[in-house]
């Protein structure tokens, strides 16, 4: 897009794991931006073995380490990502990952941030057992393309980024614990997730205010209130899309995209209270 506004330019992204691999692609197809990688110490908002938490939200935390990468290159456009792992928000004894990306635009005012939750993730921990096979273990993860940290029975980490079989043997004794190392460049699965969600980025960003031109058009709300197909009172279904503009207060609204315009009788508190 050369008649875009961020077409020849560059945007810093802080990071030390690589991500610029998954993240410049899209971004330099879809608008012409050039990702410009800033080595700035990120372990410093927040690490997966946690020896230092996350201070606020996933968001937060991508936003604060975009205008860390900025203010370390100087330039006016900065990029980061931040995931989170745990158990999926609503499939029973299944692992979830989400990954939020954040975009600043300092001369706009502008602070994008998306995220995307996603079941495909290797996330997952194994305590080493005497007699027990670990094997199992490491072909579910993906080992050795997808690397471990091992921790001791007190939780201290004593290896990160752990890919082969002679590293590995000497660590997985009795009481030791094996996790999945989620940094992305010793994650493939997770560098995907990364990429799939810079090109809704890309398309966020390609998208422009109907009203000033800026940047980032796109959802910012949901408008509930989607009617009952029995009784036509009010449910909390979804009725429409709310899209907003991140520089002026411009707001427009549009049918959701599955084309549903009534909600099931079971989910309404008139027919079903």
């Known amino acids: 897009m050369p008649d875009h506004p961020y077409s020849g330019l560059r945007v810093s992204l802080a990071t030390q794991h690589g991500k610029a691999r998954a993240l410049a692609p899209p971004l330099a197809r879809r608008l012409g931006l050039i990702v410009e990688p800033v080595a700035i110490a990120t372990d410093a908002f927040g690490t997966f073995t946690g020896t230092t938490l996350r201070a606020g939200t996933a968001a937060e935390a991508a936003l604060a380490k975009a205008r860390a990468g900025m203010a370390a290159s100087g330039l006016d456009l900065g990029l980061a990502s931040e ?35 996603s079941r495909r993730t290797n996330f997952a921990q194994h305590e080493v057992t005497d007699g027990g096979d670990i094997a199992p273990f490491l072909t579910r993860i993906g080992f050795p393309s997808h690397a471990l940290v091992v921790k001791g029975p007190d939780g201290a980490v004593l290896a990160t980024g752990v890919q082969d079989m002679a590293t590995l043997s ?82 427009g609204k549009r049918p959701r995209p599955d084309g549903v315009t009534a909600a099931s009788p079971a989910s309404c508190d008139w027919c079903n209270p």
């Open 83 to 117: 995931g989170s792992f745990g158990p999926h928000p609503w499939l029973p004894f299944g692992a979830g990952g989400v990954e939020t990306l954040a975009f600043v635009d300092a001369p706009r005012g502008l602070e994008l941030t998306l995220s995307a939750v």
């Open 170 to 251: 000497p660590l997985a004794w009795p009481g030791n614990r094996l996790e999945t190392d989620m940094r992305a460049h010793m994650n493939p699965t997770r560098m995907a997730a990364i990429r799939a969600l810079a090109g809704r980025l890309a398309a966020r960003l390609g998208t422009r205010c109907p009203a000033c031109g800026a940047p980032g058009w796109g959802q910012v709300d949901l408008l509930r209130g989607l009617p009952c197909s029995s009784c036509n009172q009010p449910t909390q279904g979804v009725l429409a899309i709310i899209d907003g503009c991140g520089v002026c207060a411009h707001r």
